[in-house]
């Protein structure tokens, strides 16, 4: 007997009908050991392991959520079926390699281990892997070990270092990305609008514009970036009698007439950033969307590997797909086939086992197995790889200037009328009207091409120039791209995690910065500007995308096998270390935010006199670090006198009781307190004790409308009286049962019905 792990259990339903009997095929679920987690041993709150040179560190491989019994009872499966040989078919990039080499080591004691991979799950794809096992690549193991080690070393230290302004963590590719959007911000914040106007009249298809001004009069209208707009002017008199002069005539008459071609090339086949553009540019999708859709087509096998910066192919599915194009559409839409730059770099990759993503049957263009999303993102993929074998797109153009009498200043415009497809023939399912043909009055120089006049033709636009536009979850990526910081693997990833930990937030499909994101870029990152490296030269600061940049070029190094894991590794502590040396120097010499909030909050129960003599003549905002450790200290003694609740607990408080209407006063009143001004703070001051009786109130509270929901739901899927489910947390009926008891019950519930799946199975 034989095992195949695989990461889903998506991908395992497919791969297991390409073979059948004799084989176990199942799912590990992703990570099953990590670098641990913050807990209760020395070990696990560890920011980096000591290792000697040339030699990476070796951290206890911990457990993720809920492996270690999928991972026992896949052994079991696996001993008592006999199995000899396992092969380890994990994703084909340096995440993958990581799981399988951790899978190796769990299953160590098995006679025969093989490593398979294959960038596409069809049954050829299968069973060429398993014909042509390999070992683990520890190029990628290396690679993906080092970039935890970094994000470990980075996101502990520095987020420790954040906590000084009440903030939660900082990130080696998270933090500089959200620079990208604060920055943007703060562009927009800055602009000043330049105001111009600009006419223009439609007749015959083609949109003519005044031409108000050449780029050497004194009056030529420049945007923000000094280039010059022929078709805007400052003056508002001058655009209005040329818009009234237009309406007038009803007419223009054409003074000449270029004539020439434009041809539009085809863009390579999607990688992972330009998928998520395209799906977000044509469908309007989010990038959870497009990804959440594109992975369940790649666990089907209608498409190749998702996470992926290459843009080249395979021989086979080319020679495939230029098949159906010459039957289809005809031998003259065929091109030559278009890349990215990844493979202009001609370097040793071209011939590498990654691949874009592409159609995994290029024949079919539609599929009839899935549903509506998963349809429009397989075309869209489909179109893209067709395209990117196919012949330019041409179209005749005539760029056209005209008179209207009386009016000094040139018209121009462009007529243009596709006379080839091309690569445009793939989306020709699009709703998009293409003209194919001039305009019927033709191009002689002295006619009048005449227009119907209505309100909006011709038209007088009077407008401002518009701050750059904020950053979209599609367009940051692409900032990432460009950067070349980040990964295919970690872009969504990124993004999210700066929503989930308040540093941005959607407004729309935008993105803007939070205060707290704000803060975090503004004031704390400076502080890990550049510094010293190991080698006594200057680098760049820890958070700019040029250094985050180089950093990732240096994984993709160790991955290729060009550079060595332990050399990297240590090189980035060495720099690491001497940063943050810096930033903490820095810190020393004035007060953090955290340390001014807790001073002031102390001077407001302090008399007079000594505030005087602890500021010793200062303001506070003359005092420099050691004196705000010196005041904090002299406060702390015994004679400091009670201290005050934080910001922070008061608008907890606030909040928690504005959440369950409570009246505040008389809450506080049957504790023995007068009011809110009364509170002490500390963890032994009574608004913590407030706190927490409130926190108790909240799950005493009768349970939501969603509880109860969710606990009939579960009672009919077991069959069980809802009556008895009570009797499992003591109460008596649903509508007595409270928050807390619900929750408790659900967990219950879910455990039992998770029990009841598994003996089903068996």
């Known amino acids: 007997m034989k095992l195949m792990i695989l ?23 992703g990570h099953v050991q990590d670098l641990p987690n913050r807990g209760g041993s020395k070990a696990d709150n560890k920011a980096m392991w000591s290792s000697k040179e040339g030699q990476l560190p070796q951290p206890p491989w911990s457990w993720t959520d809920r492996a270690e019994k999928t991972m026992t009872d896949l052994r079991r499966k696996a001993a008592s079926k006999n199995v000899e040989e396992i092969y380890i078919a994990t994703d084909p990039d340096r995440e993958g390699e990581f799981i399988a080499w951790r ?33 683990i690549d520890m190029d990628l193991v290396d690679a993906a070990k080092v970039r935890r080690f970094m994000d470990r070393l980075v996101g502990f230290r520095c987020s420790r270092f954040s906590r000084s302004w009440n903030l939660a963590s900082m990130g080696r590719v998270q933090t500089p990305t959200l620079g990208f959007i604060v920055e943007r911000e703060l562009e927009r914040e800055a602009h000043i609008p330049i105001p111009y106007h600009s006419v223009n009249v439609d007749s015959n298809t083609v949109n003519f514009k005044v031409r108000f001004h050449e780029k050497d009069d004194a009056e030529a209208w420049k945007d923000d970036d000094g280039k010059h707009h022929p078709d805007r002017t400052y003056d508002g008199d001058l655009a209005t009698s040329a818009e009234q002069l237009i309406r007038n005539s009803g007419k ?4 000449s007439v270029r004539e020439g071609q434009t041809k539009r090339r085809p863009q390579p086949p ?16 989010s990038i959870a969307r497009t990804n959440r859709v594109a992975t369940a087509l790649y666990q089907a096998g209608h498409i190749t590997y998702i996470r992926t910066d290459s843009t080249r192919t395979s021989e086979d599915a080319r020679n495939r797909i230029r098949k159906l194009i010459s039957s289809q559409f005809g031998e003259d839409h065929l091109g030559s086939g278009v890349l990215g730059p990844d493979a202009k770099k001609g370097a040793k990759n071209v011939q590498d086992a990654h691949e874009a993503i592409r159609p995994t049957q290029p024949e079919l263009r539609t599929l009839s197995d899935v549903d509506s999303d998963q349809q429009s ?20 153009r005539r760029d056209l200037t005209a008179k209207v009498e009386g009016l000094e200043n040139s018209l121009y415009g462009t007529s243009s009328w596709r006379i080839h497809a091309g690569w445009e023939a793939a989306y020709s399912d699009s709703d998009k009207q293409v003209q194919t043909a001039p305009p019927s009055v033709g191009f002689d120089i002295g006619s009048d091409w005449t227009y119907n006049v209505k309100e909006e033709n011709p038209q007088l636009i009077s407008d401002q120039t518009k701050p750059p536009r904020r950053f979209t979850e599609s367009s940051i990526i692409q900032e990432m791209k460009k950067a070349d910081i980040g990964r295919p693997s970690t872009y969504l990833t990124t993004v999210g995690k700066l929503i989930d930990r308040d540093y941005a937030e959607k407004e729309g499909t935008s993105l803007l910065p939070t205060t707290r994101g704000r803060t975090l870029w503004i004031e704390v990152v400076p502080y890990y500007g550049s510094s010293a490296d190991t080698s006594g030269t200057m680098s760049e600061g820890l958070f700019t995308p040029s250094f985050t940049a180089f950093m990732e070029a240096n994984l993709d190094r160790v991955e290729d096998g060009d550079s060595s894991g332990a050399e990297v590794w240590h090189t980035f502590v060495g720099d690491f270390r001497s940063m943050h040396n810096n930033a903490l120097e820095e810190r020393k010499k004035r007060p953090t935010p955290k340390q001014m ?18 500021l010793e003549g200062k303001k506070f905002e003359e005092l420099t670090g050691d004196d705000a450790r010196r005041i904090i200290e002299s406060m702390n003694g015994d004679d400091a006198g009670e201290i005050p609740p934080s910001e922070k607990q008061m608008a907890l408080i606030i909040r928690l009781a504005d959440k369950h209407e409570i009246d505040l006063v008389a809450f506080l009143s049957e504790r023995g307190i007068d009011d809110l001004e009364s509170l002490t703070g500390g963890r032994d001051g009574t608004a913590s004790t407030i706190i927490g009786d409130l926190i108790a109130h909240d799950r005493n509270s009768p349970a939501t409308e969603k509880q109860v929901a969710t606990i009939h739901s579960m009672c009919e899927n077991l069959e069980m009286a809802v009556e008895d489910a009570m009797a499992l947390v003591d109460t008596t009926t649903i509508e007595e049962i409270s928050k807390n008891d619900a929750s408790i019950l659900i967990d219950r519930l879910k455990k039992t019905i998770q029990q009841k799946r598994r003996k089903q199975k068996k």
């Open 270 to 285: 999607f990688t992972t950033e330009t998928m998520l553009r395209g799906a977000n540019g044509r469908m309007g999708w």
């Open 597 to 614: 909030n807790y001073m002031k909050n102390r001077f407001t129960r302090m008399d007079p006199e000594k505030q005087s003599a602890l």
């Open 103 to 135: 899978l190796k080591e769990i299953f160590h004691d098995f006679p025969v281990i093989h490593r398979v991979s294959f960038n596409e799950i069809t049954q050829n794809a299968v069973q060429s892997a398993i014909a042509d096992p390999r070992e």
């Open 252 to 255: 223009v008459t054409l003074a």
């Open 377 to 396: 993102l397989y075309r869209l993929i489909w179109g893209r790889f067709a395209a990117s074998q196919m012949s330019d797109s041409i179209r005749e």
């Open 7 to 29: 990461e889903s259990g998506a991908k395992a339903r497919t791969v297991k009908k390409y073979l059948g009997r004799g084989w176990i095929v199942d799912a590990c679920n």
